[in-house]
């Protein structure tokens, strides 16, 4: 076995939410899973700040409604204060506001709770491993935040550049089957949504959004679903 599956030190993790009950049934799923540790909770943002800087977690899972120092604030406190601690927003809001804030803070993964707990643990193996997490249903949340009506942007302010040499288009580096496939990921469709929908195994599905990130010099679905917005395709 190899990558984020495979066994070797356990991912440290800290638990942040102000709700004891979430907060430790969230601690105690972890906790069974294989190759992770729960090395502290929390109940609110300055707490989770003293937690990682004693017990320095690999990864802190924080949600983004909490009294006090939010988790938007928590995370960028962390960014600053543990740098090597990777946070991922863990709520029940998909608020786009939610989701830019907490990216534009230095959050890696922005995942809700109705996750089942083997996924979870996935994501937390993932994150450590250095993979972006989004849920996909926040992915169109994140390409609509990045054009909330009265947001200064820098692309709106800054001089425009010279015309430089054509950049392709969807229509120039992908086939018609694949930019339909990148339109349903803008639109945060799961893999077996999209399998359904365009009547295509999921094994196919992966195989198109492989060949989708290497012809368009993509990282993840995160930057397909910008590159799909920046080109009309939503």
Known sequence: MSGPEAPGEPVRVLVVDDQELVREGIASLLGIQPGITVVATACDGATAVEAAVIHRPDVALVDVRMPGMDGIDTTAVLATRVPSCRVVMLTTFDDRDYVAGALVAGAVGYLLKNLPSVELARSVRLVHAGVAQL????????????????????????????????????????????????????????????????????????????????????????????????????
């Open 135 to 234: 849920d996909t249903a926040v992915l169109a949340r994140l390409a609509a935040a990045l054009t909330i009506p009265g947001r200064v942007t820098p692309a709106a302010t800054d001089p425009q550049p010279a015309p430089g040499p054509h950049r392709p288009g969807p229509a120039d580096a992908l086939t018609g089957r694949e930019t339909d496939v990148l339109r349903l990921i803008a639109g945060g469709a799961t893999n077996r949504e999209i399998a359904g929908r365009l009547h295509l195994s999921e094994g196919t599905v992966k195989n198109h959004i492989s060949r989708i990130l290497n012809r368009l010099g993509l990282r993840d679905r995160t930057q397909a679903a910008l590159y799909a917005r920046d080109h009309g395709l939503l």
